[in-house]
């Protein structure tokens, strides 16, 4: 069996500093949101501080600070899932490409583009020369890093995985998809999201990172069952039957789980399918959200990990994250569902020690 | 459990030394190298590099691909396209649907050649322009995972150089599992503006033809292309299909610096070491050694040394092939494997070309002519990426 025993997230909201598990709310009237980054000096050297581009600081930020928590210094393997990457770097080297005419370019920006990049920071930082991976499919970035290192821990035999989802949003990045609808035309309250009723969402981005053992202890955050991914790219797919099915093959019942998070947006094109299943297969659980406060993201589900890892370590779940309150409800099985417009599916199960 | 075996069962292959798997033999045996002038990609680049440029436009590559314009599609996803038609045409397996199939693609730079194009266009006008859904990387794979209709696993890879060794490397891993029945698996990058400039500023592209493992070698030549296979578990693929079986891999990582190996080439022994433990071989099982040679002063010594380090003073017969497709970057793993799979298949081994003096630093040097009737039983694979993502694979004869 498989356990997260430590784990950090870098996120909008100030998850952070380990100040109470979401005991303070920032409430947002913008339609994108910036994670509350930490002081980083307490990461980095001046160098490294002036060196490293926002992305590999967001990703060793947390990454750090989740091998922190468990203890661990250098991890078996890293692995980590981004939908954008290091992409901002890449459009910087395109303007000096313009700008310059081709010529006399300075490489620094070539160099931290790839979105391989962010893991490598990892292993140099911690000295790990074992497996590192980087998987970077829109709305299954976390969930094929995550599906890597379980496999990988069977495989292998390691003693620690690193895994972790990535994701910022620059301006440029945030004005070109503004052009094609992905963000709604009017700011909105982020605590008000799922009441907005209109297309579009809203932005966001974060970085969260998991210690994976296959041991478990008093210090241990959650199990970790399953994961699982399938697309809808013919847009015929039954998904209330694909959830039926990996339900079934987790040998447990839909009402085994206790709270399924999901991942309402607000987008009135894409949530109707959150609300279907939440009067079909979901009808008898308790249902939450998280997406009013980190934003949508390719690697969001990163961040709903983290927040189910919280929950089921602490046995507290915030009502800031609740879509209904059915009695007696306790705090064992986790199930995370989210769609990426509709063509990636996925679904983490997660479990109390 | 018992874990499955995997075996090839189609490839299929398009770069600048040709656009099908026959014709890239035929330069291999010929010394046919693709690297030439720039007469396509618009960059001020073309007056003072070459590249390994495949000589056919979009709209050529479009209807070689036999499908209409999609939008959003870029060169790359055309490459993609071309390449996995070739490979799933190749296998011609029954398509059963309770059969679990993925497709796994490795890319470092996607739709580059249309995201340094239009960047400008996204920003400044509000045309609702085709290409700005292109601008995250697992637009093109669902492209091409839709052309094959494809619609249950999919995951895209960047790990820069070393992004298709690594979709081979998971499309294995997932059979072997069962995760997996059938996983089509490779890789495609196009020549782009960005990659020229990148390496170019780096200053690790030579201006003429790349001398890999050369005393006097000056850097790498970029090129394109994209390869792709149909890998199946034992329990489905034909046997009259298979190709080759996946033995081996390994991946490690150097943990030294973004854009340069160690010295002492730790992440490229320890990934070979790796892919050699995976599959019980020893270093001397293996008849042909594919290395990534870049020709950069950096990649070729670090190579070498872990090449003597892992495989002592006799390593096997090995070449770089770079000099005939140009470094294709995140697809040059895929491209490399088929490579390795038709030295595997034909027992030969391709000439490292353009290499005249040995690199005073050590003392292995790679083949340099045709070498034919040598038995060929085990093939390993080398893709050394930026960031010190390595990955070594291992092609095997299937046992008959």
């Known amino acids: 069996m498989i356990y997260i025993n430590g784990t950090a997230s870098i996120s909008p909201q100030p998850t952070f500093e380990k100040k109470g598990f979401l005991k303070e709310i920032v409430e947002y009237t913008t339609n994108r949101f910036q994670c509350i980054e930490p002081d980083y000096e307490k990461f980095l050297s001046p160098n490294e501080l002036r060196r490293l581009s926002r992305v590999l600081k967001l990703g060793w930020g947390a990454a750090k600070s989740c091998l922190d928590d468990a203890f661990v210094s250098t991890p078996g393997a890293i692995i980590t899932g981004t939908g954008c990457g290091c992409y901002h770097e890449t459009q910087k080297f395109i303007f000096s490409m313009y700008e310059n005419d081709e010529t006399l370019l300075s490489p620094t920006p070539f160099i931290q583009s790839s979105h391989g990049s962010i893991a490598a920071q990892i292993a140099m930082m911690t000295g790990c020369s074992d497996y590192n991976m980087t998987y970077a499919h829109r709305g299954f970035s976390f969930e094929s890093a995550l599906m890597d290192a379980l496999m990988l821990m069977g495989e292998k035999h390691l003693k620690s995985v690193l895994v972790g989802g990535v994701d910022e949003i620059g301006e440029r990045q945030f004005i070109t998809f503004n052009r094609i609808g992905y963000w709604k035309t009017k700011a909105i309250n982020n605590l008000k999201l799922l009441e907005s009723d209109s297309a579009g969402t809203i932005a966001g981005e974060g970085s969260s990172f998991f210690l994976l053992q296959d041991f478990s202890g008093p210090e241990t955050y959650a199990r970790i069952r399953a994961v699982h991914v399938f697309s809808n790219l013919s847009g015929t797919v039954d998904v209330e039957n694909e959830i039926r099915k990996f339900v079934k093959r987790q040998e447990i019942t839909v009402n085994d789980i206790d709270w399924v998070f999901l991942g309402l947006n607000g987008d009135k094109q894409f949530d109707p399918l959150y609300y279907h299943l939440m009067s079909t297969v979901f009808k008898n659980n308790g249902l939450a959200c998280y997406k009013h406060l980190c934003g949508e993201y390719h690697t969001s589900t990163a961040f709903a990990l983290w927040l189910a890892a919280k929950i089921l370590k602490e046995q507290t779940f915030p009502s800031i994250l609740k879509l209904n309150n059915p009695e007696n409800k306790t705090v064992g099985n986790i199930l995370i569902y989210n769609h990426y417009r509709n063509i990636n599916h996925s679904l983490i199960l997660v479990s109390a020690r | 459990m018992q874990q499955s075996k995997v075996f090839i069962t189609g490839m299929g292959i398009v770069s600048a030394i040709g656009m099908d798997v026959e014709t890239t033999l035929d330069s291999l045996v010929s010394s046919r190298s693709g690297l030439g002038k720039i007469r396509l990609l618009d960059t001020r680049l073309k007056e003072k590099l070459i590249a390994g440029e495949i000589p056919y436009t979009d709209e050529e590559l479009l209807q070689m691909a036999g499908i209409d314009k999609v939008p959003g599609i870029s060169r790359a996803t055309l490459l993609g396209m071309i390449a996995t038609k070739q490979a799933v045409r190749n296998s011609d397996f029954e398509n059963d649907e309770k059969l679990q199939t993925g497709l796994i693609s490795g890319t470092t730079a996607e739709s580059m050649t249309s995201i340094e194009k239009y960047l400008p266009d996204f920003l400044s006008n509000d045309s609702r322009n085709e290409?700005?859904?292109?601008?995250?990387?697992?637009?093109?794979?669902?492209?091409?995972?839709?052309?094959?209709?494809?619609?249950?696993?999919?995951?895209?890879?960047?790990?820069?150089?070393?992004?298709?060794?690594?979709?081979?490397?998971?499309?294995?891993?997932?059979?072997?599992?069962?995760?997996?029945?059938?996983?089509?698996?490779?890789?495609?990058?196009?020549?782009?503006?960005?990659?020229?400039?990148?390496?170019?500023?780096?200053?690790?592209?030579?201006?003429?033809?790349?001398?890999?493992?050369?005393?006097?070698?000056?850097?790498?030549?970029?090129g394109e292309g994209a390869a792709f296979f149909v890998l199946e578990s034992e329990q489905v693929a034909d046997r009259g299909k298979m190709i080759a079986e996946i033995t081996g891999y390994g991946n490690a990582n150097d943990a030294h610096h973004l854009t340069a190996l160690s010295p002492d080439g730790k992440g490229a022994f320890l990934a070979m070491k790796n892919a050699l433990e995976s599959c019980n071989l020893n270093p001397g099982d293996i008849s042909y050694l594919n290395v990534h040679g870049t020709g950069t002063l950096n990649n070729d010594l670090s190579e070498a040394i872990a090449i003597e380090k892992l495989f002592g003073k006799t390593p096997p017969v090995f070449s770089s092939t770079k000099p005939f497709t140009g470094h294709t970057l995140g697809s040059s793993g895929?491209?490399?494997?088929?490579?390795?799979?038709?030295?595997?298949?034909?027992?030969?081994?391709?000439?490292?070309?353009?290499?005249?003096?040995?690199m005073h630093e050590v003392q292995v040097r790679p083949e340099t002519s045709l070498v034919k009737n040598v038995e060929i039983l085990h093939v390993m694979s080398n893709s050394l990426g930026f960031g010190g993502n390595n990955t070594s694979l291992i092609f095997s004869k299937v046992e008959s």
């Open chain 2, 131 to 222: 290409y700005i859904e292109s601008q995250d990387w697992g637009f093109s794979t669902e492209i091409i995972a839709k052309s094959l209709g494809i619609n249950g696993f999919m995951t895209t890879i960047n790990t820069a150089c070393s992004s298709a060794s690594n979709a081979i490397m998971l499309g294995a891993r997932m059979i072997r599992q069962g995760r997996l029945d059938r996983a089509i698996v490779g890789g495609t990058d196009a020549l782009s503006k960005v990659m020229l400039n990148g390496f170019n500023s780096l200053m690790i592209v030579d201006p003429e033809p790349c001398k890999p493992f050369d005393d006097n070698r000056h850097g790498l030549n970029i």
């Open chain 2, 334 to 358: 895929a491209i490399e494997a088929v490579i390795s799979i038709l030295a595997l298949q034909h027992d030969l081994v391709f000439p490292n070309l353009n290499f005249s003096t040995p």
